[in-house]
């Protein structure tokens, strides 16, 4: 169902919804980017729609919502264990068409992997995405390649109009909240992008002999494996787990999970003292090729969505879309030496 509602109606909305939900958005924190005087875009709890930023990428992703960067499992004493409480509100996200495409892939793992978790469960069950339209696309995305740029698996749409916003609506029980200021009698299809300033190619003969390229040697001195790169997107999932004991009571604590990063040191440590992939390059390759090829042999479509922030947020100028578009040259090279 298509609405045009004011701002004003907008924020009747969004207060009626806070009873039951938190709300989340990008926004704009003043002088909280990576260097001096700079503010960054990133997602947090909105009360006005106001507060919502269109014109500009968020710098990090909704993930946090779903996935927390620390959280709670449970608490434990020397004789008992309590689970950690969930929530007591829902939560709605203000989201882009590549970052509801990485909610499926987010699904995937973490419901449809040979289990299903918990914690993300009955975070997930309790989420409303609202799609934000799309006019124009930012300089590094690529979602046009990578089939992201458009979706239909969204709660409610938003787009900006001269009016107000005109809205989608599928979901019955924000319809009979958005019915009360409106009549659905627009036909309303969410904004998207159809072509990028920025292009990858996958090649269709990629398979695993490009791990022995030498292209992947090029980020052994480039790459300061810092992780921001993983932290930033939309589909990494990579946790590790963390046993904290509290300094009042040495056999009472609790268990954490934390977000982890395949691109740092310590991740692939393993007992006996061994670590794998100790080369900054070998990192990258592992990273790179479970985007494109290995998640997409498993599941049929590629793990990446294009939303570029990779390439924004390296403090090396490293483009993962640069090294997507290196995979062709790369694979020639393995078949030469055949």
């Known amino acids: 169902m298509g609405y045009e509602l004011s701002k004003e109606q907008m924020n009747e909305i969004l207060s009626q919804l806070k009873e039951d939900y938190l709300i989340y958005a990008p926004k704009c924190f003043q002088d909280g980017g990576r260097f001096s005087d700079t503010d960054c875009i990133r997602y947090g709890e909105i009360n ?15 993930k946090e919502v779903l996935l927390p960067i620390s959280q ?39 419901l449809r992997n040979g289990f299903s ?25 690529f979602c046009v390649d990578m089939g992201t740029n458009q979706s239909n698996e969204y709660d409610m749409s938003i787009d900006r109009s001269e009016n107000g916003y005109q809205l989608d609506c599928k ?13 659905n009698n627009l036909s309303v299809t969410p904004a998207y992008v159809t072509e990028t300033k920025t292009r990858v190619n996958i090649p269709s003969n990629l398979s695993y002999q490009i791990g022995n390229s030498n292209m992947w040697r090029e980020y052994d001195t480039r ?9 930033v997107c939309p589909t990494c999932t990579c946790f590790t787990m963390q046993d904290i004991f509290y300094t009042d009571n040495e056999k009472a604590g609790e268990r954490r999970r934390v977000w982890a990063s395949c691109m740092v040191d310590g991740y692939t440590d393993v007992a006996g003292g061994a670590s794998y992939r100790q080369k900054n390059g070998d990192r990258m390759r592992f990273k790179v090729l479970h985007k494109v090829l290995d998640y997409k042999e498993r599941n049929g479509y590629h793990m990446c969505v294009g939303c570029g922030r ?17 995979l062709e040259n790369g694979m020639k090279e393995v078949m030469e030496h055949e």
């Open 310 to 326: 990779c390439d924004d947020i390296c403090p090396e100028y490293i483009s993962f879309s640069h090294c997507i578009n290196k």
């Open 48 to 62: 006005k729609i106001e507060e919502i930023v269109f014109d500009k990428k968020a710098e990090y992703s909704f």
């Open 72 to 110: 709670t499992l449970f608490y434990f004493t020397e004789d008992s264990v309590k689970e950690a409480d969930a929530p007591k509100q829902g939560a709605i996200v203000f989201l882009r068409s590549c970052d509801l495409h990485s909610v499926k892939r987010l699904d995937e793992i973490y």
């Open 117 to 141: 978790d918990y914690y993300y469960q009955r975070l997930r069950e309790r989420v409303v995405f609202v799609l934000m339209g799309c006019q124009t696309a930012f300089d590094s995305c």
């Open 171 to 183: 979901s019955n029980q924000l319809e009979k909240l958005l019915s009360q200021y409106a009549t």
């Open 223 to 231: 790459c300061i494996n810092c992780g921001r790169c993983n932290f």
